[in-house]
């Protein structure tokens, strides 16, 4: 996670509508964009670095994140915004039409920006996106996830972490949250959680896909699950999103954040997807 690149990085800030965009733009080649929510650019860094050999990789902060402020720190981050700033940016680059891969609420950013701009994108992969409404105990989800932002928002940082990972299915090592959550914590990361909790993870999950708009769109969909998700929700959720496209999944090494893991055995994957196999 704390990688420094090695590849010659272009920062740069794009305003837009209520925010400040920080991305960072490296290689030279066909477009690529990699894209988290609230999953900010840093972890995206070595992934970014390898791709670069040849294709143009831009990363960069969601709104209200880390290095891109917004206006209004109380205003939702709904997809469609964030969707919207992507199309912003790849305008910006005119370098387009790119290949986008979103991860987890980055997912769903990047299935909004494929109904809204299907022009500006010809593949999107959406890896392991929380599309909890496309499940049936849809109901249980929305209350979990309202109590995990309850508890968050109550100060009890560890606990709102706790049941978000029992809620996805994911177990930590012994001592990782302590590490992750624990202790004297960062003022940037204390408020990124907080823009999290109060304002992205209800919108993002409570997004709706529309599988005939997405059918339609002339954009290539790939639905990404990592090797290692096995019944974690964002299995579950990427699984119904690629049935109600009527397509196979697509598996990718590691788990929910294998590009940022193992970055080496995730690009040469990434590489035979964007050529269409």
């Not at 670069?52 to 402020?69: C, E, K, M």
Request: hydrophobic share 40%; glycine share 8%.
């Amino acid at each position: 996670m704390n990688h420094t690149s090695t590849v010659p990085t272009a920062v740069e800030t794009l305003r837009v509508p209520d925010a400040r965009l920080h991305y960072e733009v490296r290689g030279e080649g066909p477009l690529v964009v990699l894209v988290g929510a609230p999953m900010d650019a840093r972890p995206f860094a070595a992934l970014a670095d390898l791709l670069a050999v040849d294709h143009t990789v831009l990363t960069t902060d969601p709104r209200g994140i880390n290095r891109s402020p917004v206006d209004d720190p109380d205003q939702d981050s709904t997809p469609e915004m964030r969707a919207d700033d992507l199309a912003r940016l790849l305008t910006r680059l005119d370098a387009g039409p790119a290949a986008v891969l979103g991860s987890s609420g980055g997912a769903v950013s990047v299935l909004a920006l494929a109904q809204a701009r299907p022009e500006l994108v010809h593949t999107v992969i959406a890896h392991e996106p929380p599309l909890n409404e496309l499940l049936e105990d849809r109901e249980q989800l929305r209350a979990k996830a309202e109590d995990i932002i309850a508890t968050h928002l109550s100060g009890d940082f560890m606990g709102a972490w706790r049941k978000f990972l029992a809620l996805a299915n994911i177990t930590l090592p012994d001592g990782a949250l302590e590490a992750m959550v624990g202790g004297e914590r960062d003022p940037q990361q204390v408020a990124d959680d907080h823009f999290q909790h109060a304002h992205m993870m209800r919108p993002t999950t409570r997004w709706q896909p529309d599988p005939a708009a997405l059918r339609s769109a002339g954009t290539r969909i790939v639905v990404g699950i990592g090797e290692e998700s096995a019944g974690q929700l964002c299995d579950r959720t990427s699984r119904a999103l690629a049935a109600a496209l009527g397509i196979e999944p697509t598996m990718f090494p590691g788990g929910h954040i294998g590009f940022a893991d193992d970055p080496d055995r995730f690009a040469p994957r990434l590489r035979t997807v964007l050529h269409g196999n």
